[in-house]
């Protein structure tokens, strides 16, 4: 495989091309959000980008948790979309880990992986706290745990919604800090944080959606 995608590679810089997108790295399926956990996949994208001209955009598409992301930006990749944040919330989770190096108070641990199972019933009494604090999202600013506790575990569409908009803009919020702090001694530090907040694995083949989510993901793409 490895063979094979960098003679495409330096076949395709050789090309009037704006930019390259490496294909082939996910399955679109409800597990794909783990294949990056894999370091001979990232190695691959390495030895790929290797072939690649650097001023030109490179994209990889799919299910990305935040680990994954800063891997593949300090591999060479520029480009990502938002479909994690559909699937995260399509489970009713709800992004909560950390990417501020100097935050004060401490995040609440994860209850999975990087985010907030809020079906669960210890959210049920939380009806005086946002998802997250400080956060300025919509939902954060109107709306509590309780709520959407009590939103998922009726089923309604509104859950949905109110979930993705906060997953937007907690990821999106991410790359934001990512641009901002494109130096290799920050990229260590927040790996090392999100390794230490990252929450227990999630048996993909239970918490797989049941019924199609309310809304579709955003098409907006994340740059790095």
Same mark, same amino acid.
């Given at each position: 495989m490895e063979e094979c995608r960098t003679q495409c590679a330096k076949?395709?810089?050789?090309?009037?091309?704006s930019g390259f997108v490496l294909e082939g790295f996910h399955s679109y399926d409800h597990k794909s959000e783990i294949f990056w956990d894999d370091a001979e996949h990232i190695k691959l994208v390495q030895n790929t980008l290797s072939c690649l001209p650097s001023e030109k955009p490179r994209?990889?598409?799919? $299910? @990305?948790?935040?680990?994954? %992301?800063? $891997? @593949?930006?300090?591999?060479? %990749?520029?480009?990502?979309?938002?479909?994690y944040t559909y699937q995260v919330t399509s489970r009713g989770g709800a992004?909560?880990?950390?990417?501020?190096l100097d935050a004060v108070d401490?995040?609440?641990p994860a209850d999975r992986m990087f985010e907030l199972n809020l079906n669960d019933e210890k959210y049920k009494e939380q009806v005086d706290k946002p998802i997250l604090s400080g956060c300025k999202c919509y939902t954060c600013k109107n709306f509590t745990r309780g709520y959407l506790n009590h939103l998922l575990n009726t089923r309604e569409l509104l859950s949905g919604v109110l979930l993705s908009i906060h997953n937007l803009h907690h990821y999106l919020r991410f790359f934001e800090h990512l641009r901002e702090n494109s130096d290799g001694e920050y990229y260590s530090k927040l790996e090392a944080l999100l390794k230490d907040y990252r929450g227990q694995s999630i048996d993909y083949d239970k918490e797989a959606p049941t019924r199609e989510p309310s809304?579709?993901?955003?098409?907006?793409?994340?740059?790095s």
């Amino acid at each position: 495989m490895e063979e094979c995608r960098t003679q495409c590679a330096k076949e395709s810089q050789a090309k009037s091309v704006s930019g390259f997108v490496l294909e082939g790295f996910h399955s679109y399926d409800h597990k794909s959000e783990i294949f990056w956990d894999d370091a001979e996949h990232i190695k691959l994208v390495q030895n790929t980008l290797s072939c690649l001209p650097s001023e030109k955009p490179r994209y990889v598409g799919g $299910s @990305l948790h935040p680990l994954a %992301v800063l $891997s @593949l930006v300090k591999a060479g %990749v520029d480009l990502f979309d938002t479909s994690y944040t559909y699937q995260v919330t399509s489970r009713g989770g709800a992004l909560s880990f950390p990417f501020k190096l100097d935050a004060v108070d401490k995040p609440q641990p994860a209850d999975r992986m990087f985010e907030l199972n809020l079906n669960d019933e210890k959210y049920k009494e939380q009806v005086d706290k946002p998802i997250l604090s400080g956060c300025k999202c919509y939902t954060c600013k109107n709306f509590t745990r309780g709520y959407l506790n009590h939103l998922l575990n009726t089923r309604e569409l509104l859950s949905g919604v109110l979930l993705s908009i906060h997953n937007l803009h907690h990821y999106l919020r991410f790359f934001e800090h990512l641009r901002e702090n494109s130096d290799g001694e920050y990229y260590s530090k927040l790996e090392a944080l999100l390794k230490d907040y990252r929450g227990q694995s999630i048996d993909y083949d239970k918490e797989a959606p049941t019924r199609e989510p309310s809304i579709t993901s955003e098409k907006e793409l994340a740059t790095s």
